[in-house]
Structure formats: C-alpha cells, structure tokens
C-alpha cells in the first residue's frame, strides 16, 4: 500500500483547518456560531489599494509572469514603508524580499539556513507554523518559554533559560534560527527596544540568526511602531518578516516582506525562486500604492476600530472570569481562565456549544497557553455585543 511521508508523522493539521470544518457545519445546521477565533482583519483596504488593481488588472499587459523578487515599484514601497514607519534604512535593490504572505518567508528562510538535524528555538507560547515547518522540514525544534514578567513587560524571554538549553543540548549540530514576535501573538505583549537589544546580544553570542515576525506593529500601539532592525547593526544577524495582512486589511491578497542583509536575502531568494514564480502585477502595484495610507487611515483602521471592539471583548473575559493584562496591543486579547476551570477545552467547548460563540483555546499555542484563551477582535462591533450577550445567558 502507498503510504504518506514520514514526515506527516511530526505535525498534526492544523487546528482551525479542523476546528473550522466542525464550525461550518455546526452553521449548515442552522446554529449560527459567532467567531471570534481567526485573525482576518473584516474591513477592507484602502479605496486607492483597490482603485489601483482595478487599474492594473484593466491593463492588457499586466497578467504574465513577474520577477520573482518583485517589481520595483513594490521593493522600492516597502523600503519607504521601513523608512517612514520605523526610521529603517533599507536598499530597495538588494535588502528586501517581497513574499506570498510572510508565513510562506517561514518556509523560505527555514530551506535556506538549516540543515536537517539542525536546531531551531521556537518562543512557547507562539505561532504554531514557527514549530511545525522546521519540523516537517527535519530540523530541531527546541521551545524557550516566555514568562509573564513581574516588571509589567508582558511574556519574555528567560535568557538564563535559555543558555541552559543550548549548554544542556550542546551537540554537533548547531543552533541556527532563533523566532521571535513582538507585538506578541497570543499574548499582546508591546515591543520594546530591550528586548531586541538581549536578542541580538544573545543571537551574537551564540552565531545564530534572530527571525523577528512583526506583523501587528500598528494594530492598537498608539506609539510609533518598532523594528528589531532599528537597533545598530541587526541587519548583520536578523532578518524581518512583516505583513500587510494586519496593518493594511489584506489577508487574502498575500503580501508579505522579508527584511534583512543583501547575502541573506540572496539565499533566501535563491529558495524562493525554485519554489513561486512571483504575485501578479496587479497585486503588486496596489500593495505598493498602500504603503502610501496616510497616517489618518491607520488611526482609524488599526487603533480606533480595534479599541471600540477591544472594550467588548474584555467584557467577554470579565463574563468568563478571566483575568487579562490591560497593556496588551494587537487584534487579539489574551486571557487565563478562572481556577475553577478544570480544562481550558472544557470552557472554549461549552461557549462553542451553548452559547454558538467560537473562541480559541491557548493550548494551540503552546504548553505555556494551557490555562489561556484569545479572542479575536476581528468581528464587527454588534457581533462582538452579540456574543458577550449569548455568553452571559450561559456562563
């Protein structure tokens, strides 16, 4: 009998692939489930994002195949998107990649810096793709723990911790990647400049490259956002990923960015280029005419909005009995769950069940988001009010 790679062993689906097709059909039987789990942004671009791939699409000339790193237009958007938002420097020639989506830059960078066997350090809790890429690509996941710091920092790294793991699991097989997220998904921790000064200080002491996911730097931070590549000299040992899914209402189009120095970006490019053959014109074209979004655009979109919804979802925790870090930033808001509650399953079930509202259990993320949930603020403003009050009848 034909049997499946031995790989497919590592990993399991992925949980809203499965937990979704349940959704759909608790729906097709008429119970209308409310989701507050996924983070697809339920707005769209701006007018001058779509009037440009209307434009573009018109074009008789726009449909064939484009390079594979991208138009100029679009390299040349996103290194002044990196110089207008971050104060970031970036050669639009040679230090930036444009992506299908910065989860398919996980694959890429993965492919081009390890080697199976090699070892991998992955935050728990995190993004579940940043454990089971490097795993069904026969690398070594090793988890480092964030901890919720008792200085008010939200979840970060135990650097002490984290020597202990690379002493204690010292072979000869090296270190390679090390993935980092701040904003932090699950947990809404805020970037701050310290924590990507000890990365780098660590990442160099140890020869491995720091991979800095930073897809929700806009999403309710009121400050001006931040990169890891502003720190002097984080080009030489990071590389970037960032995405307009969040920050511009784009999750479908698939446009991401890999930020980092030219040699890197060439290997990266050079896996790439095996894999995809390029985003179509017009995509391309009107990503590049969002990067344009004024400064009024994003304060509506990504702080006002998401504050009116962020008041009904603490709301919901309020209902459930958890408790929450007030600080927290992003299109998320993470919770633990009351010690009456045996299993954080048991909770996500019965308000799934009972009250049709579909939020999603930390356990995803890790073993330390096992007593936590996350509520998506990606709903309109009445369906968040809506499933506060189908809550309350039930819990």
């Not at 479908?252 to 970006?265: D, L, P, Q």
């Not at 927290?328 to 509202?357: C, Y």
Request: hydrophobic share 35%; glycine share 6%; charged share 25%.
């Amino acid at each position: 009998m034909i049997q499946p790679a031995e790989r497919l062993n590592l990993v399991k689906e992925y949980y809203f692939s499965r937990k979704l097709k349940e959704v759909a059909q608790l729906n097709a039987e008429g119970k209308d489930i409310i989701s507050l789990a996924i983070g697809s942004p339920d707005m769209p671009p701006s007018e001058q994002t779509i009037e440009k791939l209307c434009e573009v699409a018109r074009q008789p000339s726009a449909h064939g195949y484009q390079p594979t790193m991208g138009t100029p237009e679009l390299r040349e958007a996103m290194a002044a998107f990196y110089k207008r938002w971050y104060d970031v420097d970036i050669d639009p020639k040679s230090e930036v990649l444009p992506l299908i989506g910065s989860k398919e830059g996980i694959l890429h960078v993965t492919l081009a810096f390890v080697n199976p066997g090699e070892r991998v350090l992955v935050p728990n809790p995190g993004y579940p793709t940043y454990t089971s890429l490097p795993k069904l690509l026969g690398a070594t996941v090793l988890d480092y723990n964030l901890e919720p710091s008792p200085l008010g920092k939200g979840w970060q790294p135990n650097y002490r911790e984290l020597e202990k793991i690379i002493k204690y699991n010292s072979t000869d097989k090296a270190y390679k990647l090390l993935w980092v997220n701040y904003p932090h998904m699950p947990t809404g921790t805020p970037a701050n400049m310290e924590t990507f000064e000890e990365l780098i200080d660590f990442a160099r002491k140890h020869n491995l490259v720091v991979v800095h996911d930073n897809p929700y730097s806009f999403i309710l931070n009121k400050e001006k956002p931040l990169s890891i590549l502003q720190v002097p000299g984080a080009k030489d040992c990071c590389i970037e990923l960032n995405s307009m899914s969040k920050s511009h209402n784009m999750p479908g189009w698939r446009v991401g960015m890999c930020v980092s120095n030219a040699e890197f970006i060439q290997w990266i490019l050079k896996v790439q280029s095996n894999i995809e053959s390029g985003m179509f014109r017009g995509i391309q074209l009107a990503a590049a005419e969002a990067y344009n979004n004024s400064d009024e655009w994003h304060r509506v979109a990504n702080v006002e909005t998401y504050q009116r919804r962020r008041k009904y979802a603490e709301q919901i925790m309020d209902a459930l009995g958890c408790t929450y870090d007030t600080n927290q930033v992003g299109m998320f808001l993470w919770g633990r769950i009351p010690k009456s509650v045996k299993n954080v399953e048991d909770l996500t079930e019965r308000v799934l069940h009972e009250a049709r509202v579909f939020i999603t259990p930390g356990f995803i993320f890790g073993s330390n988001g096992d007593r936590y949930i996350r509520i998506s603020l990606c709903a309109k403003e009445e369906k968040i009010q809506e499933a506060l009050e189908r809550i309350k009848k039930v819990i």
